[in-house]
């Protein structure tokens, strides 16, 4: 961390320090104007895990059965945070018995005799509104039985750190945490008794972050799609809240929801699932369609790339494909690598993924989460098409951004009787290896066959040179890549056909076949699946075509089809957890 960036993390633990020390002499709320109802939705599973004392937090599992949320042993920043945020509090909600009441009820009296004036990681503008949120919400579990005083301190805390937002949301980091800090300041001016003044100057903070952070296209500087789903569902409760109050929201607000929910149509494969790009996983089971229903926006959106994806359907197949440039400066903290990569399901099935996001692994899955070589593209071996570059300073902590990335990519649509696809290419191998990656996929109208093609070339004469050196360098042997396609870890995938073809087999029954031209060689490797929520990284494979370009353009042809002996049609009746 540089000095600018020290004194700066440091004036802001300061000044949040001081608000909330300031904000404890507050006048407290005496209730509610009127009874808040649950919005967000929890976990089942989880909140069974935390009655039980199992507690999995930022990729780490304390088991410690007899020892409250708070009395755990201090692991990490992002496992302090994730605690302090509260959104733990939705599963605990979701299981419902006596049990996670009672971890609610206790945990949360603990927070307020521990930190209510003013101490601890929680006082941040990002966790602030993220916990305002929850405690709202979910004030029936908090405050059934519960004795006046326990009840007088929760109101008290409420207005506390509903004055603590209205002095530091600017300072929460532009993007989700903002707009949950704004949401919550919302929530709580609505829901409280005397809080009322500060929900005008909320709703307009929020019109204009609504303006300044979502394009016209529905998307947001970080392109991750998940996080796009977790804005989406603020403002949807933001104007909800509004509405029951009688009160409107801005235009801005509103137009942004319109705008968002087609684009969140397009991200979603065809069962359900969001593509996983730039650190987003596939989003909370039903989130998705709770968040569309609750808008009420019908649209959607017909041509052209959503958030920078390219979307293709035929029959029950959904194929995404990243084709922009991936972001950059701050909202690269969580970026991929992974220009031109792509998703396909098949019914309820994913078949092809990337890896996925390993943030909740440690900072090695990380990083390794965040390479080419961990989506379903071509990579240079031993080079990414955008690499990590300068560190910065995101919501106090210090985060890697991307440095070299793509910064031309182009993109065509194709469309042929009986098939469209799309033909896009990208500049991240230029400066290394003067090569231009070129790849076109085509999906059939029925959904049973995709043609691909991968192309390595070297365009302009001062490309040429630059491949020239870069053959150079390699002693004339060529440049090695590889063409992967990461597979579901619920895919049975084998060598078939003599090693010439690989046979991979879903769930549902369908059987999947991808073959090559021959210029390339097949195999069948190990590979990762990062998945959000679970305590260990799930083993799975990945198809690899390797190769080496000696000539200034280098061309592999792939086709993914269904066996001739699967049907267009699949009852599919195997869930998760019956298998």
């Known amino acids: 961390m540089n000095n600018l960036d020290y004194w700066s993390a440091r004036g802001m633990r300061w000044m949040n320090r001081w608000h909330a020390l300031r904000s404890a002499r507050a006048r407290p709320a005496t209730g509610f104007v009127s009874q808040p109802e649950p919005r967000t939705i929890g976990s089942f599973a989880k909140g069974r895990q935390l009655s039980a004392g199992n507690f999995l937090f930022a990729g780490t599992l304390v088991v410690e059965p007899d020892k409250s949320i708070w009395q755990l042993p201090d692991i990490d920043p992002q496992f302090e945070e994730e605690i302090q945020g509260f959104m733990w509090l939705d599963d605990l909600a979701a299981t419902g018995d006596m049990a996670a009441r009672e971890r609610a009820q206790n945990w949360l009296t603990e927070w307020i005799e521990r930190y209510g004036r003013g101490h601890g990681a929680g006082w941040t503008p990002d966790l602030t509104g993220r916990r305002l949120v929850r405690w709202i919400n979910h004030a029936i579990l908090l405050l059934n039985g519960q004795p006046r005083d326990m009840s007088l301190a929760y109101y008290s805390s409420l207005a506390q750190q509903t004055i603590f937002l209205s002095k530091r949301w600017q300072a929460a980091s532009a993007g989700l945490p903002r707009f949950e800090a704004l949401t919550g300041l919302i929530y709580a001016g609505l829901a409280l008794t ?31 799609p998940e996080e796009l789903l977790e804005v989406f569902t603020l403002l949807n409760w933001a104007a909800t809240a509004l509405a029951e109050a009688g009160k409107l929201a801005g235009p801005d607000h509103l137009q942004a929801i319109g705008r968002i929910a087609p684009t969140l149509r397009m991200l979603r494969h065809s069962d359900g699932g969001l593509a996983r790009f730039h650190g987003g996983g596939r989003g909370t089971e039903g989130r998705l369609d709770h968040a569309l229903a609750t808008s009420g926006v019908k649209s959607v959106t017909t041509d052209g790339l959503s958030m920078g994806y390219a979307r293709l359907q035929g029959g029950r197949t959904s194929v995404i494909l990243d084709a922009a440039k991936p972001p950059v400066g701050v909202s690269s903290y969580n970026a991929h690598a992974s220009t031109l990569a792509f998703e396909l399901t098949s019914g309820r099935r994913p078949l092809i993924v990337s890896c996925g996001s390993g943030t909740s692994f440690g900072s090695d899955w990380f990083r390794a989460g965040r390479a080419t070589a961990s989506h379903s593209t071509l990579a240079i071996d031993g080079f990414s098409s955008a690499r990590l570059g300068r560190k910065g300073l995101i919501g106090g902590h210090e985060r890697e951004l991307l440095g070299e990335a793509p910064t031309n990519v182009r993109v065509q649509s194709l469309a042929d009787e009986g098939s469209h696809g799309i033909v896009v290419g990208h500049d991240g ?151």
């Open 429 to 579: 191998y230029l400066p290394t290896h003067g090569l231009t990656h070129i790849r076109q996929i085509e999906l059939a109208a029925n959904g049973r066959a995709i043609a691909g093609e991968d192309t390595l070339a070297a365009i302009e004469t001062s490309d040429e040179r630059l491949f020239d050196k870069a053959q150079d360098r390699l002693h004339l042997q060529g440049i090695p890549f590889k063409i992967r396609f990461h597979l579901h870890p619920d895919v049975d995938a084998d060598l078939d056909m003599g090693g010439t073809a690989i046979s991979m087999a879903l769930k549902s029954g369908e059987i999947w076949v991808l073959r090559h031209d021959g210029a390339a060689k097949l195999s069948l490797e190990p590979s990762v699946f990062l998945e959000k929520g679970r305590l260990k990284v799930r083993a799975t494979k990945q198809v690899v075509l390797s190769a080496s370009a000696l000539e200034y353009a280098t061309r592999i042809r792939w086709t993914l089809a269904k066996a001739r002996e699967t049907p267009d049609t699949v009852r599919d009746l195997v869930r998760e957890g019956n298998v």
């Open 194 to 224: 005397g809080m009322d003044a500060y929900v005008d100057p909320a709703i307009k903070a929020l019109a204009r972050e609504c303006r300044e952070q979502i394009d016209a296209e529905g998307g947001i500087p970080t392109r991750n």
